[in-house]
């Protein structure tokens, strides 16, 4: 809780069990806001208002029967790995230890290939514009620019290779 606190992380307790036991225990792990007493078809619409309500993704982390309705109305539903088939089953994302830092493992990782994915992009089309434009022969009578075209598909192999390779630094991603 402390980790996912410190990536700016809002949680938030959901549970069907008792006030008294789900504020003890929400004391002992830190966690500031506890909705407790809900019931599975409750949980749901707590999800819902919390996606109408925030700006941000809306996840939801379970491994009950109690929790699939929640689990798939969150924008990500992650289930814990020893959890009920129902709640494997109702989640994007299942994870395979039953280890709560995991959750946040899964959203550095999709953050940086999201950053990666971004980053190809970026990179592809902008050396594909230039490209263009110099094989097209724009420049050649404004500055007499002209792209060769032994050199262009040279070119356009090294792009390949650098999208690829950027792509492949993921595997460097390190697991905590």
Partial sequence: VKAWKASNISVVMLTGDNYETAHTIA????????I???????????IKNMIKETNGLVAMVGDGVNDALALTTA?????IGGGSDVALESSDIVLLRNDLLDVLNVINLSKRVLNTIKGNLFWAFFYNCIGIVLASGLLYIPFGIKLNPMIGSFAMSCSSIFVVSNALTINLFKIK
């Fill in 27 to 34: 004391e002992e792990v830190g966690i500031d806001e506890v």
């Fill in 36 to 46: 407790s007493d809900v019931l599975p078809t409750d949980k749901q619409e707590v």
């Fill in 75 to 79: 924008d990500l539903g992650i289930a």
